[in-house]
């Protein structure tokens, strides 16, 4: 199995809402992600897990809200958002951060957000 | 961390060879180079990693020159389903987490 499962696939939500992305992989990768990518924009990366603890948080505002339960799954709680949040928020995984780890990241197909 | 520039679009045909170039002048010592391919509403898809010389898969060559500061990505014979957004980034091998992602190569191929 080397997918990495995405839910909801859109999502639209106002601004006093509160939802969550969900993401899964069973590849027994370590590293898990959250990025962020607008039209026509390069992804961004918001937030990365090793191990199932928060090692990467690129400045992330407080409306967005990582959580690791395990090792194969990753949420991303959504509160407050704006609507400037609209994007494809996108999630992958890849073997933990160690010497000689693939560099390759596995992508979900994202969940596309819409915030009215 | 090394900044990548590419094309911002390349148009071809199909049944030709595309070459995409990448430069990235501050490349470091350990840095790999990997290229992802991304269809639109999709995530990225992996596509080749290499350090220097040549790599070859079943899809794509990456051609790195001695001096590591450019790199080209070669997709023999496309199809119209390689029409995509084609991303080059470079960081160390284990540190996904340093990867800048550019503005990417958008490719169309014709019929």
């Known amino acids: 199995d080397t997918e990495v499962t995405q839910t909801p696939k859109h999502l639209v939500m106002g601004m006093t809402n509160k939802k969550s992305l969900k993401c899964e992989q069973h590849?027994?990768?370590?590293?898990m992600y959250w990025y962020k990518q607008k039209a026509k924009k390069p992804p961004e990366l918001m937030f990365v897990y090793s191990y199932e603890k928060l090692s990467i948080n690129e400045s992330v505002p407080s409306r967005f809200s990582p959580e690791c339960p395990n090792s194969s799954l990753l949420n991303l709680h959504l509160h407050a958002l704006q609507p400037e949040d609209s994007a494809l928020y996108l999630c992958?995984?890849?073997?933990?951060?160690?010497?000689?780890?693939?560099?390759?990241?596995?992508f979900g197909e994202g969940s596309r957000l819409t915030v009215l | 961390l090394a900044k990548t520039t590419q094309p911002i679009s390349m148009d071809s045909y199909e049944g030709q060879e595309v070459n995409i170039t990448c430069s990235h002048n501050?490349?470091?010592?350990?840095?790999?180079i990997t290229w992802y391919q991304q269809f639109p509403s999709q995530g990225p898809r992996f596509i080749i990693q290499?350090?220097?010389?040549?790599v070859t898969n079943e899809v794509a060559s990456l051609f790195i020159p001695a001096d590591r500061k450019s790199s080209t990505l070669s997709l023999p014979r496309v199809s119209l389903s390689d029409t995509a957004v084609y991303y080059c980034l470079v960081a160390p091998r284990d540190s996904n987490y340093q990867l800048i992602w550019g503005a990417g190569t958008k490719l169309i191929i014709k019929p």
């Open positions: 992958a995984s890849s073997q933990a951060f160690f010497q000689g780890a693939s560099g390759e990241l596995f």
């Open positions: 501050n490349i470091a010592t350990n840095d790999y």
């Open positions: 290499g350090y220097k010389t040549k």
């Open positions: 590849m027994g990768h370590r590293a």
